[in-house]
């Protein structure tokens, strides 16, 4: 593999999923340059502003090739001293101060 391949990954995907595997993948392809383009907004790769993006939901462009990399989980904290004392928290609408 080798050429110039420019990547759309969320900014902390890149941090600490990418980044960090990036020079395991230039010693196996050496000729490959990779740019992560960081950007907030989603590119549209139909018209070539990125070759690869990895987003965390389906695409709207029914003609992109997609693959599933993983499967996420996500939670959802908060510090104990900012819960109502009679906190029953079983939903996310259950820690919100402004209905506790």
């Known amino acids: ?11 902390v995907l890149a941090r600490f999923g990418l980044a960090p595997r990036l020079p395991q993948l230039y010693d196996k392809y050496p ?21 690869v993006a990895i987003r965390m939901k389906e ?6 090739i997609r693959k599933r990399l993983m499967t996420c ?11 109502p004392r009679t906190a029953n928290s079983n939903s996310p609408q259950d820690l919100n ?3 506790g």
């Open 1 to 11: 593999m080798f050429g110039d391949l420019r990547v759309q990954p969320r900014p």
């Open 97 to 99: 101060p402004s209905t």
């Open 73 to 83: 989980t996500c939670s959802f904290m908060r510090r104990p001293a900012t819960l």
């Open 59 to 64: 695409p709207s462009q029914a003609d992109l």
């Open 31 to 51: 000729d490959l340059k990779i740019d992560l383009m960081l950007e907030e907004r989603v590119l549209d790769l139909p018209m070539r502003e990125a070759d």
